[in-house]
């Protein structure tokens, strides 16, 4: 079914492929030149191609980090180390990626977010008894790079029924006269 009828897959301008790409969503500088450069063009046509995008103010690295970071921590919020690690992941530069990160942060209160995290798992925790909860709440917070005082104060702060007997205690008892 090759016959010469087939046409050759059309490979567009780049300029074409990088607007037809930034319609659909966003992109940092190293994303796009990346993915310039896996469709097959030119390197040398791909950087005269980032730098007019930039020039022309289609492609902006830090404008891409503040909404990557805003967008983020409205679904679901996470700590500094992740938000450097996600940045770091989308080619933004460390040097960037830290003041974005450092100025952000500069209005988040650490322990207020991982209240509002634990807040979203109270149910689940709830389940278990009080030791186990702290330890999956804790490992949660971690692995979304919460330190653990914060973690420490927000489960403190959720008010977990610390009277929840645990599995020993919940066993029927024997009477002593059987």
């Known amino acids: 079914m090759d016959g010469p009828d087939k046409k050759p897959p059309r490979i567009p301008d780049p300029r074409q492929y990088a607007i037809y790409l930034l319609a659909r969503r966003e992109y940092s500088i190293g994303q796009m030149h990346s993915k310039l450069l896996t469709k097959g063009y030119e390197p040398k046509a791909v950087n005269a191609l980032i730098k007019a995008l930039v020039n022309e103010g289609l492609l902006d690295d830090e404008r891409f980090s503040r909404n990557a970071v805003s967008s983020m921590m409205r679904r679901k919020p996470a700590g500094r180390a992740y938000m450097l690690g996600y940045l770091q992941k989308k080619s933004i530069p460390r040097e960037m990626a830290l003041s974005i990160i450092d100025e952000f942060f500069g209005q988040v209160d650490e322990i207020e977010m991982a209240f509002k995290l634990l807040q979203s798992r109270a149910r689940y925790l709830s389940k278990f008894d009080i030791e186990t909860a702290r ?3 804790y490992n949660y917070l971690s692995r ?3 330190g653990y005082n914060a973690a420490r104060e927000a ?3 959720l008010e977990f029924q610390e009277s929840k007997p645990s599995k020993a205690e919940s066993a ?3 009477n002593e006269h059987d």
């Open 172 to 174: 029927p008892r024997r």
């Open 155 to 157: 489960f403190e702060k």
């Open 135 to 137: 330890r999956k709440a």
């Open 144 to 146: 979304r790079a919460i």
